[in-house]
């Protein structure tokens, strides 16, 4: 949230006012974007834009529910930046030294945002922010005229820039007016919109004092109201470099340079105990990439109350209402972490129909993994919290070294020597999940000949659809794993449309390795365990069950799968497995059952009669 708060903030220099000249015509009988820029800036200040080497700013925040104020500071000469922002239960900061973006959080805690994305992002906005395309001494860039486009009853003249090193950004000027009042960029896998409107005189140039930004649906859009802006104000004592950390805002168990605590692994993926202010303990979903997610019915047994209603998404396309609180306390296994700011979103419904597990109060993972080196041994179903003032890496596991992906480790791999950036995902519970724009520029849906549509997971935005394909072989960094079972995602919206991702790498995975996550050093630790090199298997039933109030709904069949050929079909409900009432089977249990060896025959009952014996086999 609040490096979306800064894209939206930053705009302001960039965008110009008043009655500008018609734009210069190239040679071609094309528009020039350079006469295009360059009549703006000579309309809304022209040489005024020279004089200003600095730029600070004081606005109001509104979007989802909650509101705020952010001041900012910027060199306009050089790029560097910096946002402090306080909106609601969010509070916080981010900046750009010139080099490396970055993010600090409520806590004080910072981290280098250095994953491609956040950088080319970060490119952008220092090149808007020097007002490079006026002045391209400032920054090299592809500048392009698109053409013209209707929006609202208005035509504009669309400009396109690529600074090097960033991302395409498009810049609307309307042809009536001459004004740019829109800027269009891609956000993670959204286009963001920003609107410019009520331009006022600052220093002798115009200025844009109302900014909409929005991705599409209105609930969501964000709105930035200038209180306050001038030019070339001093930055003395301000700093644009990462922040240094802050003091410890938890207590590790005196004498103890670690703690072990047990998981239970569903479905694959890995819940763990913990208190919330003294009470407890709740079951918890573990996610090394995940923030803090507590459920409404935990949250009111609390006494705890939630504001905003932010977008929420995940895998799949739809977005879902999230609120914000506050828990004083938070405690896992003796370790203690105070003031804890926890996403309110309602998800009982979704984790007892997909997990089958009736008492989840939410998701613990990023936080305690960026305070304390975790590792996740897999063999012995233990997550152990090292103490960050002693812990030092002394096992015999290989180290690769990672960026984050906003909070999930992302680390440079390839598969079957195609390179690309592949996210670390304990909250994933499937194997090597591929995403849409990486299986389309290479073919991979040919290359694997890959033609049975699945099910490959289910997240707060609805089902993830796949392709499913076996690859050869999966390298992160100096880790290899032969065979994976991979998902071709066909998503074209939600975190596996991104086109910065290649893949996501879960559980089935992970789970051959013990594995240690240092956030502090951006390092992980690839330690072989004993389910090392065993073959990674997909469900060999062909079915995707969901748990309902009278049994095990069949939600999707593979189409010549051997539940298909036993008879089975998509509304079917699964009322007994082998001769045992659903009710005494456990959801997880039951989807084990259909990853049994090959020849292995599941007899199961249906709801309103009939018993089908499914013989199951590889569908991959």
Do not use: C
Request: charged share 20%.
């Amino acid at each position: 949230m609040h490096r979306s708060i800064a894209r939206f903030v930053v705009s302001f220099a960039l965008v110009v006012a008043a009655a500008s000249p018609l734009a210069q015509t190239a040679g071609n009988g094309a528009a020039d974007p350079r006469g295009i820029l360059e009549a703006a800036k000579s309309a809304s200040g022209g040489a005024a834009w020279d004089a200003l080497k600095t730029q600070h700013s004081k606005v109001s925040l509104a979007t989802s529910g909650l509101a705020g104020t952010a001041e900012r500071w910027a060199d306009m000469t050089t790029g560097r930046s910096l946002l402090r922002y306080d909106l609601g239960p969010l509070t916080g900061a981010v900046g750009y030294d010139g080099a490396t973006p970055w993010s600090q959080d409520a806590s004080g805690q910072s981290r280098a945002e250095t994953a491609d994305g956040a950088r080319e992002l970060a490119v952008n906005t220092a090149y808007r922010d020097r007002l490079a395309f006026w002045y391209p001494e400032r920054g090299a860039a592809e500048i392009v005229y698109r053409g013209i486009a209707e929006a609202d009853g208005a035509q504009f003249d669309v400009v396109r820039i690529t600074p090097q090193g960033g991302r395409l950004f498009e810049l609307w000027a309307n042809r009536d007016t001459h004004l740019f009042e829109r800027l269009l960029e891609r956000d993670a896998q959204q286009t963001r919109t920003e609107h410019y409107m009520d331009f006022r005189p600052v220093q002798g140039v115009q200025i844009p004092f109302r900014v909409r930004s929005t991705r599409g649906d209105p609930k969501y859009d964000e709105l930035v109201v200038v209180d306050a802006i001038e030019y070339n104000k001093p930055l003395d004592g301000i700093a644009f470099g990462l922040p240094a950390p802050p003091r410890p805002d938890f207590t590790f168990p005196a004498g103890r340079a670690l703690v072990e605590v047990p998981f239970e692994v569903h479905n694959g993926h890995l819940f763990v105990r913990v208190m919330l202010n003294g009470n407890g303990p709740f079951r918890m979903l573990l996610d090394s990439g995940g923030v803090n997610v507590l459920m409404p019915k935990a949250a009111a047994a609390l006494g705890l109350k939630a504001e905003g209603a932010l977008p929420g998404a995940g895998s799949g396309e739809a977005q879902q209402d999230v609120g914000l609180t506050m828990v004083d306390r938070l405690e896992v296994g003796g370790i203690v972490v105070e003031h804890q700011t926890f996403a309110t979103i309602d998800l009982a419904a979704f984790i007892q129909r997909v997990e089958g597990l009736d008492d989840v109060a939410g998701l613990v993972g990023y936080e305690l993994f960026k305070r304390f080196p975790v590792t996740l041994d897999y063999a012995r179903s233990r997550a152990i919290f090292h103490d960050p003032a002693t812990f030092r890496y002394a096992g015999g596991g290989t180290r690769v070294p990672f960026r984050f992906n906003e909070q999930v480790p992302e680390v440079d791999g390839s598969v079957d020597g195609i390179a690309g950036n592949f996210d670390i995902d304990t909250g994933s519970r499937g194997s090597l999940t591929l995403a849409t724009p990486f299986v389309e520029r290479n073919g991979l849906v040919a290359k694997y000949r890959a033609a049975q549509e699945i099910i490959s997971g289910a997240g707060v935005g609805g089902h993830v659809r796949s392709l499913l394909a076996r690859a050869g072989t999966l390298t992160l960094g100096a880790v290899t794993v032969d065979k994976p079972v991979t998902a071709l995602s066909t998503q074209t919206m939600g975190a596996l449309a991104s086109p910065d991702l290649a893949g996501n790498v879960g559980y089935g995975i992970l789970r051959q390795f013990n594995l240690t996550f240092d956030y502090a050093n951006q390092a992980l630790y690839f330690e072989k365990n004993a389910n090392y090199g065993q073959r990674d298997v997909y469900e060999r039933a062909g079915l995707w069950i969901e748990r309902a109030d009278n049994g095990y709904a069949v939600v999707d069949i593979v189409k010549g799968g051997p539940a298909a050929q036993a008879g089975l079909k998509a509304g079917d409900v699964i009322i007994a497995v082998n001769g045992k009432s659903w009710t005494r089977v456990p959801l997880a249990d039951v989807r084990a059952a259909m990853k049994g060896a090959q020849g292995t025959k599941l007899t199961l009952k249906l709801a309103g009669g009939g018993q089908h014996v499914v013989t199951l086999r590889d569908l991959i």
